[in-house]
């Protein structure tokens, strides 16, 4: 029986475009994530990959994203769950800010590690919703995406459905640490490229073959990468 899940970043966001903190923010798409939504529709087609069911989080950038998909594919009633553990990292008080500035203000030292280490969270800032985080470090956010991988993906996965998962840089990362093995380290060099399909299959023991999955335009990808270091990672 085939186990495929398919990992999408949503296309880029107003935030991706402005080089700004996103977060827990609700920010739209632009028109290239628009297309880029699209265009993994077509590549999905292209693979024969019709998703059975689709994982979001409770992000417009996803959940439309999932929506332009759908459509591209001609699956618009196919079922969509939603939650707030695919959520993006939460950037605390960095959240609306460019990078720019918070460079200038805190060094290059404090920004390098509220990026990209695994465990050390920016400063608090407000809960964008009642009962949520006020910073996170990535290790949060494996701690919350763990248990959705186990209790909502894997049991999908593992019943031959092709799974589509919508979410976002830092929530893929932590899925993917939790596929793959990644430790801290692998994980810090792992960036995800907005609106290019990740296929992963599985065996029978929902070991990834091949390990970290592969991406069906390795060249919009590639690209996709590049644009995220120059960047300055995910949002």
């Known amino acids: 029986m085939p186990r495929t899940l398919v990992l999408l ?126 910073t996170e470090a990535l290790s949060d956010v494996r701690a919350r995406v763990a248990p959705y991988w186990a209790g909502r993906l894997a049991p999908d996965v593992r019943a031959g459905r092709v799974t589509l998962v919508v979410a976002h840089g830092n929530s893929l990362r932590a899925l993917c640490m939790l596929l793959d093995g990644l430790g801290p380290d692998e994980v810090s060099r792992l960036n995800v490229p907005t609106g290019v399909p990740l296929r992963y299959d599985f065996d029978d023991e929902l070991e990834p073959v091949p390990r970290g999955g592969t991406y069906l335009d390795p060249d919009l990808a590639a690209a996709g990468v590049a644009e995220v270091l120059a960047q300055g990672g995910g949002r």
Not at 56 to 76: N, Q
Not at 83 to 98: F, V
């Open 9 to 134: 970043r949503h296309g880029q966001s107003t935030a991706n475009a402005d080089d700004t903190f996103a977060g827990w923010l609700d920010v739209p798409l632009t028109e290239r994530g628009r297309w880029e939504a699209r265009n993994a529709g077509k590549l999905l087609a292209g693979h024969g990959l019709l998703p059975d069911v689709v994982h979001t989080s409770l992000l417009h950038r996803a959940i439309d994203t999932a929506e332009l998909v759908l459509s591209a594919l001609g699956r618009e009633n196919c079922p969509v769950r939603r939650s707030r553990r695919l959520n993006e990292r939460h950037y605390g008080l960095l959240q609306g800010r460019s990078r720019k500035a918070v460079r200038a203000e805190f060094g290059d030292e404090a920004y390098r590690l509220w990026r990209r280490s695994y465990d050390v969270a920016p400063p608090p800032g407000e809960p964008a919703t009642p009962g949520g985080p006020r």
